[in-house]
């Protein structure tokens, strides 16, 4: 009897141990899993963004650098009428700072999470499509005229198949420049991914074909987006010394702003952008995030908000160049 219980008291021990053991490396790869997601989802989030303003600015044979494409007021992004996306043609980025408040007027975006910022990103689609075939009387298309006959930079931008007819470079009547779908994208942070969950969000608001916008949620636990706009400065060329005319640019940021009072020719001035995600793990740690984060001026201190927040967080920054707009500013 001694002998058994002194078995069973072992094999307690030993199965104690084993399940301490156990416990911990559960709780060691939830924790490497909660990283993984985390640093993918911030790498992700990063690299839409950053793709989508690689192409900004991008409206095929338009150039947008004369100043005759600065409109007179900020435009509402989420305008998808024909005179407003024709206004808005030449602002390749724009955006809202935090310290501002959404305009009343955008009414594509919604549950915005407060002090983020929003960006939108205006080009067309690289692939033309077939007119009139592919158009429809709610899309919105540009078409630029390649012919030699007719006046520099003469566009259209339409939804009717029967307005995109000016012509293509043999200036025949019947041959037709090509047509290009334009895209207008909306980037802000949302409180919530589905109605009341609290998870905080990147979403994107999208102009569709049908001329509406419609929002998608792109990556859970982006909790933060900061932007800072590289303007470029009016003056002679870096390089050659030689005067910059007509509202072109030199292609380099000179000032860097957050833009809570930009104009429209600051944004048209855009040649750069700087971009700032916070992100945020999806299910809470052990641990008290007791760190200050810093996104662009910003000092972000989780737990003044919440004292009890237990999630963890990593920033990303990314600086990225304005490829079309900066590279039609750069004399040769």
């Known amino acids: 009897m001694i002998e058994l219980l002194v078995s069973m008291a072992v094999g307690l021990v030993l199965l104690a141990g084993m399940s301490t053991l156990f416990i911990n490396q559960n709780r060691t790869q939830a924790g490497l899993d909660r990283t993984a997601r985390l640093i993918e989802n911030g790498r992700y989030a990063m690299q839409v963004i950053a793709g989508e303003l690689q192409v900004a600015g991008y409206f095929g044979e338009l150039d947008t650098s004369p100043t005759a494409f600065i409109p007179g007021t900020v435009p509402n992004a989420c305008d998808a009428s024909i005179a407003g996306l024709s206004d808005a043609i030449g602002m390749h980025v724009q955006g809202i700072d935090n310290s501002q408040s959404i305009p009343v007027d955008w009414t594509c975006i919604d549950d915005v999470r ?30 630029v005229s390649l012919c030699q006959d007719d006046a520099e930079n003469t566009y259209r931008l339409d939804i009717l198949p029967s307005q995109l007819n000016l012509r293509d470079r043999t200036c025949d009547a019947a041959s037709r420049a090509q047509v290009r779908r334009v895209r207008v994208e909306i980037y802000f942070v949302a409180q919530n991914n589905d109605a009341g969950d609290g998870i905080p969000t990147l979403k ?11 929002t998608e949620a792109l990556v859970e636990g982006i909790e933060n987006l900061q932007v800072e706009y590289g303007i470029d400065d ?99």
């Open 204 to 214: 994107r608001a999208v102009l569709q074909p049908t001329g509406l916008f419609a």
């Open 234 to 332: 009016y003056g002679p060329h870096p390089l050659t010394g030689a005067p910059i005319l007509g509202g072109l640019k030199d292609g380099s940021p000179e000032t860097w702003s957050k833009c809570d009072l930009c104009t429209p020719e600051d944004f048209w001035r855009t040649a750069a952008v700087r971009v700032h995600l916070l992100a945020r793990s999806l299910e809470p740690t052990p641990d008290i995030d007791t760190k200050t984060y810093q996104l662009a001026e910003h000092m972000i201190t989780p737990t003044s908000a919440n004292p009890n927040d237990r999630f963890r967080r990593q920033v990303y920054s990314q600086f990225v160049r304005l490829n079309n707009p900066a590279g039609r500013g750069v004399l040769p």
């Open 114 to 143: 407060p002090g983020t910022d929003v960006l939108v990103i205006r080009r067309v689609h690289s692939v033309p499509a077939n007119a009139p075939t592919d158009v429809n009387n709610a899309t919105p298309y540009l078409q």
